[in-house]
């Protein structure tokens, strides 16, 4: 076994960390986007574009606000998740509450085990995890939507990115970690990638009056 897994001892941690587990998917599971989206008017965010209860939805119902709560409560669960989790028994059950919070959201029990795309979660999971790693992720975001102007791509390539970043800060743990979790986003963003690669994926809009 590589030397970074011994810092768990599966044995005597496998109740706390089965607890983790289900402690972030229960908390991950709240449909923050499909609540938002009907307090605000908008019906059943799910009979709306794509029909996923991510953010990205609910801002094509015209909601702003609840798009915005949508995002800043989907990454704050799993933030959420970890830091309760490491204050009650340390790293290595953190890692497993964000990963149950990153499950709980694409997978919400309520919801036919159909939810959103995962990515405000993992943001929210990887600054809870290791903040420098979750700006670079956050910087990584923005700096290839400025570019490429396209809102998946941009989030395809932070987490591709944020395993690498664990690695490069000696977070190999981590890291690990972060792979699933991009693997993870990768095919529940399939579709956008078939599309990015036909040219046809929707690009962020530009301001009005910009240059």
């Known amino acids: 076994m590589p030397s970074f897994l011994n810092v768990i001892d599966w044995t005597d941690q496998l109740t706390y960390l089965a607890a983790a587990l289900a402690f972030g998917y229960?908390?991950?599971?709240?449909?923050?986007?499909?609540?938002?989206?009907?307090?605000?008017?908008?019906?059943?965010?799910?009979?709306?574009?794509?029909?996923?209860?991510?953010?990205?939805?609910?801002?094509?119902?015209?909601?702003?606000?609840?798009?915005?709560?949508?995002?800043?409560?989907?990454?704050?669960?799993?933030?959420?998740?970890?830091?309760?989790?490491r204050g009650w028994h340390g790293e290595a059950v953190a890692i497993f509450a964000g990963l149950g919070a990153f499950l709980g959201h694409l997978f919400p029990v309520w919801l036919g085990f159909k939810g959103g795309k995962g990515v405000a979660?993992?943001?929210?999971?990887?600054?809870?995890?290791?903040?420098?790693?979750?700006?670079?992720?956050?910087?990584?975001?923005?700096?290839?939507a400025a570019t490429a102007r396209i809102s998946s791509l941009s989030a395809l390539a932070a987490a591709c990115l944020v395993p690498?970043?664990?690695?490069?800060?000696?977070?190999?743990?981590?890291?690990?970690?972060e792979i699933a979790l991009a693997i993870?986003?990768?095919?529940?963003?399939?579709?956008?990638?078939?599309?990015?690669?036909?040219?046809?994926?929707?690009?962020?809009?530009?301001k009005r009056g910009s240059a």
């Not at 008017?41 to 094509?60: C, K």
């Not at 993870?184 to 530009?206: K, S, V």
């Open 26 to 85: 229960a908390l991950g599971s709240v449909p923050f986007g499909l609540l938002f989206a009907r307090w605000a008017g908008a019906g059943d965010v799910r009979s709306i574009g794509s029909g996923n209860i991510g953010a990205t939805n609910v801002l094509r119902t015209g909601k702003r606000w609840a798009a915005l709560a949508t995002l800043l409560c989907d990454g704050g669960k799993g933030a959420l998740a970890v830091l309760i989790a």
């Open 164 to 177: 690498l970043y664990m690695f490069a800060f000696r977070k190999p743990l981590d890291g690990i970690f």
């Open 121 to 144: 979660t993992f943001l929210g999971v990887t600054l809870a995890l290791y903040w420098p790693v979750g700006l670079l992720a956050l910087a990584t975001w923005a700096a290839v």
């Open 184 to 206: 993870l986003i990768l095919i529940m963003h399939r579709e956008n990638i078939r599309r990015i690669r036909a040219g046809t994926e929707p690009r962020i809009r530009a």
